[in-house]
């Protein structure tokens, strides 16, 4: 295939997967366009005026997730809610909607790449593992982590670095991610 044909078909794809972003605006989707969330949850983020910022341009919705955040056992969600330019990871514990932690608020535009015109907010969550959070350690230093018996979250500013949020001890630690 010829490397323009090539680029004319990505091009086309993307905006067709993408049309309902703007150029100019931030593609975000409103919290009811995650079926896996639980209602109380969804209720709760519209009450926040959240939306949910995506980083990935193959239309695949990402930024919410569910793991064992707390403890084992446990399972928690965490969203990037995104309010008024400003994105913060709310983790709603076992499920409910009362007493979210919230962490790592950061201003949307720090993480504002542009592709063919529209804007998108490379910031991405993940579930990390012990694995996960142990080789990043050893490989680039920082904070020791912990004992670790349950999954952190990553948060990523895509193929630039990261950092794990691990809850520890009643707090949130902020260890090494990728680099």
Same mark, same amino acid.
């Given at each position: ?46 009450? $926040? ?11 695949? $919705?990402?930024?919410?997730? $569910? ?113």
């Amino acid at each position: 295939m010829q490397y323009g044909l090539f680029l004319a078909l990505i091009t086309t794809l993307f905006s067709i997967s993408f049309s309902q972003a703007p150029a100019g605006q931030i593609l975000s989707l409103s919290p009811t366009a995650f079926p896996e969330l639980p209602a109380n949850l969804v209720q709760e983020l519209q009450r $926040r005026g959240c939306t949910i910022p995506q980083a990935d341009f193959s239309g695949r $919705r990402g930024n919410v997730i $569910r793991s064992e955040f707390a403890k084992p056992g446990q399972k928690d969600w965490a969203v990037l809610c995104s309010v008024r330019g400003v994105s913060t990871i709310l983790v709603f514990w076992n499920g409910s909607e009362k007493n979210p932690a919230a962490i790592a608020a950061e201003p949307d535009s720090n993480f504002l790449q542009v592709f063919n015109g529209r804007q998108f907010v490379w910031r991405e969550i993940s579930a990390v593992d012990k694995d996960y959070i142990v080789k990043h350690y050893e490989a680039y230093g920082g904070t020791k982590p912990p004992p670790i018996d349950h999954y952190g979250i990553d948060d990523g500013f895509l193929e630039k670095a990261s950092v794990v949020w691990y809850f520890y001890n009643g707090e949130w630690l902020k260890l090494t991610g990728a680099d």
